[in-house]
C-alpha cells in the first residue's frame, strides 16, 4: 500500500474523532471519540516510520498506546463517578465542578 492511503484513512479517523468530541454530548462518545484521534495519529506514525525504515515510529506508538490505555482508565472513572452523582453522562450539564 502507499503512504498516501494510509494518510488519507488517518485524516478521515482524525476528522471523524474531532467531529465526535466537538458535537457529542455523551462522555463515554468523546472518550471514543478520543481514541479514534489516538489511533489516527498511532496510524501515521507507524507508517511513516515504515516509509524511512526504522522502527522509532512504532515505539512511539507503543508509547501512546500506553497513554490511551492510562486515559480511557481515569476518564471512565471520572464518568462513573459523574453517573453515580448526577444520574446521567451528558457533558452539558456539568455545573457542578463549576466555581
Not at 512511539?60 to 471512565?76: Q, S, T
Amino acid at each position: 500500500m502507499l503512504l498516501s492511503q494510509f494518510l488519507l484513512l488517518s485524516a478521515i479517523l482524525f476528522s471523524i474523532g474531532v467531529y465526535g468530541v466537538i458535537v457529542r454530548r455523551n462522555g463515554v462518545a468523546v472518550l471514543m471519540a478520543i481514541e479514534l484521534i489516538l489511533n489516527s495519529v498511532n496510524i501515521n506514525l507507524v507508517a511513516f516510520g515504515a516509509m524511512h525504515g526504522n522502527l522509532s515510529g512504532q515505539v512511539f506508538a507503543l508509547f501512546i498506546i500506553a497513554v490511551a490505555a492510562a486515559e480511557v482508565g481515569v476518564g471512565l472513572a471520572i464518568i462513573l463517578s459523574i453517573y453515580r452523582n448526577r444520574r446521567s453522562v451528558a457533558l452539558d450539564e456539568l455545573d457542578l465542578m463549576k466555581g
